[in-house]
């Protein structure tokens, strides 16, 4: 409180900016592996496991 007795007032947070540039300039979460839940690749014997694991019945 000031000493008039009034309460002093709180900080404002900063109000969130306006972004005005190309949202399409940027990838979005779902532009990558890990937005549709991937898993993240890099060993080719785990690929193919994959791949052979995951591959249609009409793909011999």
């Known amino acids: 409180m000031s000493e ?3 309460p ?3 900080p404002r ?3 969130a900016a306006l972004v005005f ?3 399409l300039s940027r990838p979005s ?3 990558t592996d890990r ?3 991937e898993r993240p690749t890099g060993d080719s014997a785990a690929d193919l496991a ?3 694991d995951e591959k249609p019945p009409h793909h011999i």
């Open 29 to 31: 979460e779902d532009d």
């Open 50 to 52: 994959r791949f052979l």
């Open 13 to 15: 947070e900063p109000k």
């Open 4 to 6: 008039a007795g009034t």
């Open 35 to 37: 937005g549709w839940g």
């Open 21 to 23: 540039d190309d949202p």
């Open 8 to 10: 002093t007032p709180k």
